[in-house]
Nanobody, 117 residues
Framework: QVQLVESGGGLVQPGGSLRLSCAAS????????MAWYRQAPGNERELVAFITSGGTTNYPDFVKGRFTISRDNAKNTVYLQMNSLKPEDTGVYYC???????????WGQGTQVTVSS
């Protein structure tokens, strides 16, 4: 079992920045792909970034160049740095861990991000 706890959400003006954190209950980054998803009201949950156990990162076009995923293995924490935020970035942001061998998925409870003036 893996518990994930997100933090760092809040209200920010358009053009601003936020850094989200996802703390894992144990050391799994060497055996898991970590990802950030978001879900806006009325929309499906969508992927915004992931980092593999080997350190490869990937982003969809709508956040590429603005969002950066990173991890601190010593702190068992994954981050999502979000810059140049837009109102359409508003939503609940979730952290997910997928274990490489079992393909088991673990989700955090989510953290709200609101981009508004």
């Amino acid at each position: 079992q893996v518990q994930l706890v997100e933090s760092g959400g809040g209200l920010v003006q358009p053009g601003g920045s936020l850094r989200l954190s996802c703390a894992a209950s144990r050391s799994i980054f060497s055996i898991a792909t970590m990802a950030w998803y978001r879900q806006a009201p009325g929309n499906e949950r969508e992927l915004v970034a992931f980092i593999t156990s080997g350190g490869t990162t990937n982003y969809p076009d709508f956040v590429k160049g603005r969002f950066t995923i990173s991890r601190d293995n010593a702190k068992n924490t994954v981050y999502l740095q979000m810059n140049s935020l837009k109102p359409e970035d508003t939503g609940v942001y979730y952290c997910k861990a997928r274990l490489d061998f079992t393909r088991s998925d673990y989700w955090g409870q989510g953290t709200q991000v609101t981009v508004s003036s």
